[in-house]
């Protein structure tokens, strides 16, 4: 179903840019506060093991950087595909023993760093100078995804690993996006988006966790 999805969405911009010869290249860049949502404590219980004590969850505040073109369909819509390296990822923080790693601290964080690339598809409007509303499907690739555990005792970093938990998620997501912008007669722009994905991220369907994000950041329009 995902394969389709995608195929579905490749097809429709294809089709779409063979037919418009006004295509506009757009970049874009920013930060993303990024988290699980649903069922993220247990899918995260899966990766490390809580010893008795004070814990707590964290999102991650990461990147993003694309590029993409947008195609007008008149003086106030367009359609806008492209495609977006977007670091998202969730972690917790407390008293802590990593598995596989052999670590018990007092003061330890074990944070998912997620790698995927984006296909947003959206649905730009225009409803007055330089102002713009979007919306849209968005088909993610997850390349890659890190464990990192971070321990310290006493304001010294003791240890700081890297683990590959790649195969225990699910490499495609599927979901939806959409905020505002405003852009200026020079071709900068701002923007600010929310996201959300609809595919479990356990590989094995054990647990409801989604991928949920916020965007800001500028784009600028050749």
Request: hydrophobic share 40%; aromatic share 10%.
């Amino acid at each position: 179903m995902r394969t389709t999805y995608l195929s579905l969405l490749v097809a429709f911009t294809a089709v779409t840019i063979a037919g418009n010869a006004q295509v506009k290249p757009v970049i874009k860049a920013g930060i993303i506060q990024s988290t699980w949502k649903g069922e993220a404590r247990q899918s995260f219980d899966q990766l490390v093991d809580k010893a008795n004590g004070y814990i707590t969850t964290r999102n991650r505040t990461a990147f993003y950087v694309g590029a993409g073109i947008e195609l007008p369909m008149g003086d106030v819509v367009s359609i806008e595909p492209s495609l977006i390296y977007t670091q998202r990822g969730y972690g917790i923080k407390g008293n802590l023993t990593i598995n596989d790693m052999k670590i018990d601290a007092l003061d330890a964080r074990a944070t998912a760093q997620m790698h995927y690339i984006d296909l947003p598809v959206l649905l730009k409007v225009k409803p007055a100078a330089g102002l713009q509303l979007f919306a849209g499907p968005q088909v993610s690739y997850l390349v890659k995804n890190n464990l990192r555990a971070d321990v310290a005792v006493l304001g010294f970093s003791l240890i700081n690993s890297d683990m590959d938990i790649t195969d225990q998620f699910n490499r495609w997501d599927v979901g939806v996006t959409g905020g505002v912008g405003y852009e200026f007669a020079n071709g900068l722009g701002l923007m600010a988006s929310y996201e959300r994905g609809f595919q479990r991220l356990d590989k094995n369907q054990n647990f409801k966790a989604f991928n949920e994000g916020y965007k800001a950041g500028l784009t600028f329009k050749f």
